[in-house]
């Protein structure tokens, strides 16, 4: 379980975060959803300790992970898998070095069961014989779908998803939603999704929050917020320029 | 108006002096970090092998092409100085010194400063704008361990085989302009480095050269881990890198010259 409370963070003049307070269950999926710039991709920074908060707390079970020392911090992150939102792939190694490397660094395994285990990772998401590619011959999607891969090597129970969906067709964008519905199915883990699409939002939420101004402004089921008659929430998953946030 | 333009500048310098010192800070923390993380950085030594063929190998063809050319200036320049003052059967000895004091270690490091220093910030900073770097973070693997610790131990461990190799081509360099074109003989080339060769030369070279690879490889890891931006970015982190590698090379030359031969070897 992942518990956030008074987390805040300014950069430079912006107060991104001004006292978060989320509560993930395990095995929930949640959404994250916000405009542009409303600080859903520090929020993720945040939990996996890529960035530290001026103040508040996030703990990963039970541990509160502000401030803790990098040898410590290292053994909860093991626990998570972080798809970036450019999928962020190692460009000097090949797609199969990508998805190994935690493999490797981490839990020591023979090179034939490193494999083994990236064969299959890679044909969960619908990759099967691209070991040997470059990330850069890659496709957007492929990109992607080789970073879920690299994210779920170590059967992490936390998965985080930045933006999991943009820039893709809308074909595509419903595999990887389906790829993120089927990880929480067969690996039971728990997942929180940055994002502003909302046709993906609806489909791999348990639960979506609403960031603005620096907090939760909403939280609730995917039929809840279809159903809100709160303005802020209207607007952005109506995708109207008309209601309290003016566009520009 | 002088008085608003002196406060300007009095602030400007600040900002500098400011921006100098936390620089060095920065670096030599740095540098604590590859200390800290040497060990477990060596234990995957597949890493630093991959990084000596980068950073060896691959200089190496420039480096025999500078080294020749170095070793026939020297020959020539020494001919001029020598004709009405010095006999030429001494060319050799001081084509040889020249080389591994200074030529070779000096002349290498700044070539492999420009090649390897804007190599290494370019695919780091390349890597810190497109979250690589944090990707590694994000997997629980230290990118200082993974990223820093294989390039500067390799920067070490190559600079001196590659100074080795620039005094030997650049002593054949001279050797080659010696015999044919100013009249010393072979045997009167060769004499001359037998006679006159002596294993702190060489070693006070080669230390250098260890100290230069530390400076190329930490400052090459340096700016690009402190890349910011895109493209522009990395750019600008190159150049850095580059600059700053090779004005310490030299500042770390004058150093060493003076506490190798005022101290150590002094006699």
Redesign the interface.
């Known amino acids: 379980m992942i518990r956030i409370r008074g987390l805040k963070k300014r950069l430079g003049a912006k107060q991104v975060l001004d006292g978060v307070d989320l509560d993930v269950e395990t095995g929930e999926s949640i959404v994250v959803m916000g405009r542009s710039g409303t600080g859903k991709s520090v929020l993720l920074k945040h939990i996996i300790g890529l960035m530290t908060p001026d103040a508040g707390s996030i703990e990963v079970d039970g541990t509160n992970i502000v401030g803790l020392k990098e040898r410590d911090l290292n053994e909860i992150r093991k626990r998570f898998g972080l798809l970036f939102q450019g999928a962020a792939l190692f460009d000097s190694m090949t797609v199969g070095e990508n998805v190994g490397l935690t493999l490797v660094e981490h839990m020591r395994m023979k090179s034939a069961d490193v494999r083994r285990r990236v064969a299959e990772r890679l044909e969960w998401v619908g990759l099967k014989g691209v070991e040997a590619m470059k990330p850069g011959s890659l496709s957007g999607g492929m990109r992607k779908r080789v970073g879920l891969a690299r994210a779920i090597a170590m059967d992490p129970q936390y998965i985080l998803y930045d933006e999991p969906t943009t820039g893709l067709d809308p074909i595509l964008a419903d595999a990887i939603c389906e790829l993120v519905r089927s990880m929480q199915r067969r690996l039971g883990v728990t997942s929180i999704v940055v994002t502003h699409d909302m046709v993906a939002a609806y489909k791999v939420a348990d639960r979506l929050v609403m960031l603005d101004g620096g907090r939760i402004v909403f939280s609730g089921t995917a039929e809840e917020t279809r159903q809100t008659r709160d303005p802020l929430v209207r607007q952005f998953i109506e995708g109207s320029s008309q209601g309290p946030v003016h566009a520009v | 108006m002088h008085d608003d333009l002196a406060l300007r500048g009095a602030r400007y310098v600040r900002r500098r002096v400011f921006d100098w010192v936390a620089g060095v800070g920065r670096v030599t923390m740095l540098l604590g970090d590859v200390g800290r993380y040497l060990a477990p950085g060596l234990r995957s030594f597949g890493l630093v092998v991959r990084q000596m063929g980068a950073i060896g190998v691959g200089s190496l063809w420039l480096v025999v092409v500078v080294s020749v050319f170095t070793g026939a200036v020297a020959a020539v320049q020494a001919a001029y100085q020598f004709s009405t003052v010095v006999p030429l059967k001494y060319i050799g000895s001081v084509i040889m010194r020249s080389v591994i004091i200074e030529l070779g270690p000096v002349l290498t490091a700044l070539i492999v400063g420009g090649r390897v220093g804007s190599s290494i910030a370019a695919?780091l900073g390349?890597?810190k704008v497109?979250?690589?770097i944090?990707?590694l973070?994000?997997?629980?693997?230290?990118p200082v361990r993974y990223l820093v610790v294989p390039r500067v131990v390799a920067a070490v461990i190559m600079m001196p085989v590659l100074t080795i190799f620039a005094n030997a081509i650049a002593i054949f360099g001279g050797f080659v302009v010696s015999i044919t074109s100013i009249g010393v003989s072979a045997h009167t080339y060769t004499t001359s480095l037998k006679d006159f060769f002596y294993m702190k030369d060489l070693v006070s070279g080669l230390l250098k050269a260890v100290m230069f690879g530390g400076i190329i490889g930490t400052m090459g890891c340096f700016y690009g881990f402190a890349t910011e931006g895109g493209a522009e970015g990395v750019g600008v982190a190159t150049t850095h890198a580059v600059v700053s590698a090779c004005v310490l090379v030299l500042i770390s030359d004058y150093v060493l010259a003076n506490v190798l031969f005022r101290f150590i070897f002094a006699r």
């Open positions: 695919e390349t890597m497109t979250e690589q944090d990707a973070r994000a997997m629980a693997i230290n």
